[in-house]
């Protein structure tokens, strides 16, 4: 159970019986004089937070979801104070956890066409991680006093773990299979695409880096080790490989365009 908040004072014979029977969102640092039942918990406060974490976890990347940030911060703060951290906790991740379920059976439809299925994974990794960057904080206060304090976790990463261990881990091989023979053909993805998908499975696990060494490389800095004397040679004729490959692009035209001109002379500077 949760220590007790020094600022959490329980109702006395003093207070309203209107007070008591409808509980309120109150702002974090205010003196939190009501009750919180089961009943409350599972009827007003959980639903506003669910809600709230549904709006963002499909909310497009760059967009605005017009939510009370304070009013859910106020539901967690509350809910911990009154000992329902370990239920909120528990819920929390329950319900992450279906929806990156539900991600992947979405994903399985895509897996039929390469261009797609890299696509969409890339949009779905980048529409999760967005969602974490805003509902970790509206978590904080349950974080730093259950999570962090007595199960020794940080939220952050227990949520980013369901990403990883529902979605990546089962397709991490034929993704970075099917990026890599995309990355022969220039264009195939789009630049922006291919490098935040893979800064973002980077980021998801450092791991998936000894998948395909060099096909990382191309996106992650230092990711293989210092160059030598030795590799020179290896260089030159990667070099030479590049420049065979981009002449055999179909449209690719690799002599000099004249700035001038064709009936255009010289004309002499004095």
Same mark, same amino acid.
């Given at each position: 159970?949760?220590?007790?908040?020094?600022?959490?004072?329980?109702?006395?014979?003093?207070?309203?019986?209107?007070?008591?029977?409808?509980?309120?969102?109150?702002?974090?640092?205010?003196?939190?004089?009501?009750?919180?039942?089961?009943?409350?918990?599972?009827?007003?406060?959980?639903?506003?937070?669910?809600e709230a974490i549904d709006q963002l976890l499909v909310m497009k990347p @760059?967009?605005?979801?017009? $939510? !009370?940030?304070?009013? +859910?911060?106020?539901?967690v703060y509350k809910c911990v104070c009154k000992q329902f951290s370990e239920k909120l906790y528990s819920d929390l991740l329950q319900h992450m956890a279906s929806h990156v379920q539900g991600l992947?059976?979405?994903?399985?439809?895509?897996?039929?066409?390469?261009r797609k299925f890299i696509e969409q994974f890339s949009f779905i990794m980048h529409q999760y991680l967005q969602a974490l960057a805003v509902i970790v904080p509206i978590f904080n206060y349950m974080n730093r006093f259950y999570v962090e304090?007595?199960?020794?976790?940080?939220?952050?990463?227990?949520?980013?773990?369901?990403?990883?261990?529902?979605?990546?881990?089962?397709?991490?091989?034929?993704?970075?299979?099917?990026?890599?023979?995309?990355? @022969?053909?220039?264009?195939? $993805? !789009?630049?922006?695409? +291919?490098?935040?998908?893979?800064?973002?499975?980077?980021?998801?696990?450092?791991?998936?880096?000894?998948?395909?060494?060099?096909?990382?490389?191309r996106y992650i800095p230092n990711v293989l080790p210092p160059t030598s004397v030795t590799d020179i040679e290896t260089y030159i004729e990667e070099t030479k490989q590049m420049q065979r490959d981009i002449h055999h692009i179909p449209g690719f035209n690799n002599q000099g365009q004249s700035r001038k001109r064709a009936c255009e002379e010289d004309i002499p500077v004095n």
């Open positions: 159970m949760d220590e007790p908040m020094d600022d959490v004072v329980e109702p006395d014979s003093t207070q309203s019986s209107e007070a008591t029977k409808k509980p309120t969102l109150l702002r974090p640092g205010s003196m939190v004089m009501m009750t919180l039942t089961a009943e409350d918990y599972e009827s007003q406060y959980w639903p506003k937070l669910r @760059g967009s605005y979801i017009p $939510i !009370s940030y304070e009013q +859910m911060y106020s539901c992947n059976e979405h994903l399985q439809v895509s897996m039929q066409d390469s304090n007595k199960l020794k976790k940080d939220l952050n990463e227990e949520l980013r773990k369901l990403f990883k261990v529902h979605i990546a881990d089962q397709h991490i091989t034929n993704l970075l299979t099917l990026i890599d023979e995309a990355s @022969g053909t220039p264009f195939a $993805i !789009s630049p922006p695409t +291919m490098a935040n998908l893979m800064k973002n499975l980077h980021s998801l696990s450092s791991d998936y880096v000894t998948l395909n060494r060099d096909l990382f490389a």
